[in-house]
C-alpha cells in the first residue's frame, strides 16, 4: 500500500494496489522426460504433486489468502492451481495463459529444438515470442479488470509464457526463469506490474 505526499500540504492520498502470484505448475512427465510440452498436455508426476503441495504450505505460512484464482485451460495448471487451493476455490480458465505453441517440436524430445545446437532460426509452426508476451497481456490486464483494490489474485501458468512477461513488463529483465511450483510476487498501481520477489518452495523437493 503506497501514499503520496503533495508540497508542504498534509494532504496523504492512499494509492490502492493488487497484488498477482504468478505460479508455474508442478513437474510433468513431459518434464520429468525432457519432451517439448507447450500446447501439448502431461499430468503431474508424484513429485510435481509434492512440490504443489509445498508450494500451497508456502502461501499458508506466510498468510497469504487469495481472493481470486486464475489458470491455464491446460490440465498441468489447473490441477495445480486446486491443490494449491485445496480444491476449496472457484476460479477461471483463460486460454491466453496457455503455455506457447513450440509448432512442430511439440511432444518431442527437448535436444530436438533448434536454439540447442546453434540454429538461431525458428520454425514458421511456432508461436512468436512477442505474440506470447501479447497473449499473457491480455490474460494479466482481464484479471486486473475482476479486482477490486487491495485485492490478490493467483495465476497459475507456464514457465515460458509467464518468464517471458516477466522479463519484458517488470525492471527485472534478468530473471533467469520459473522453477517448476516457484512463485513470482507482482504488484499493481494499473496496469504496469512491479517486480516484488522470486521463491522458490520445491528446490529441494525430490
Request: proline share 2%; aromatic share 12%; charged share 30%.
Amino acid at each position: 500500500m503506497l501514499f503520496w505526499y503533495h508540497k508542504e500540504r498534509i494532504n496523504w492520498r492512499k494509492i490502492m494496489t493488487k497484488t498477482v502470484y504468478l505460479v508455474r505448475h508442478g513437474q510433468t512427465y513431459f518434464n520429468y522426460y525432457h519432451k517439448v510440452q507447450g500446447r501439448c498436455d502431461s499430468p503431474l508426476n508424484e513429485r510435481g504433486i509434492r512440490q504443489v503441495e509445498k508450494t500451497r504450505d508456502y502461501f499458508k505460512e506466510n498468510g497469504v489468502k487469495f481472493d481470486c484464482a486464475f489458470s491455464s485451460t491446460q490440465e498441468r495448471a489447473s490441477d495445480t492451481l486446486e491443490i494449491i487451493t485445496d480444491h476449496k476455490m472457484e476460479y477461471k480458465r483463460l486460454k491466453d495463459l496457455r503455455e506457447k505453441s513450440y509448432g512442430i517440436f511439440e511432444g518431442r524430445d527437448e535436444f530436438l529444438l533448434p536454439w540447442n545446437y546453434g540454429n538461431t532460426n525458428v520454425d514458421p509452426t511456432m508461436e512468436r515470442n512477442e505474440d506470447v508476451v501479447a497473449r499473457m497481456k491480455r490474460a494479466i490486464i482481464e484479471i486486473l479488470d475482476g479486482m477490486d483494490d487491495d485485492d490478490t489474485a493467483l495465476v497459475v501458468g507456464h514457465g515460458d509464457i509467464l518468464a517471458r512477461y516477466v522479463r519484458a513488463e517488470t525492471e527485472n529483465q534478468d530473471f533467469n526463469g520459473f522453477g517448476n511450483a516457484s512463485v513470482v510476487k507482482l504488484t499493481f498501481d494499473g496496469e504496469k506490474p512491479h517486480f516484488v520477489s522470486y521463491v522458490w518452495p520445491t528446490e529441494e523437493v525430490k
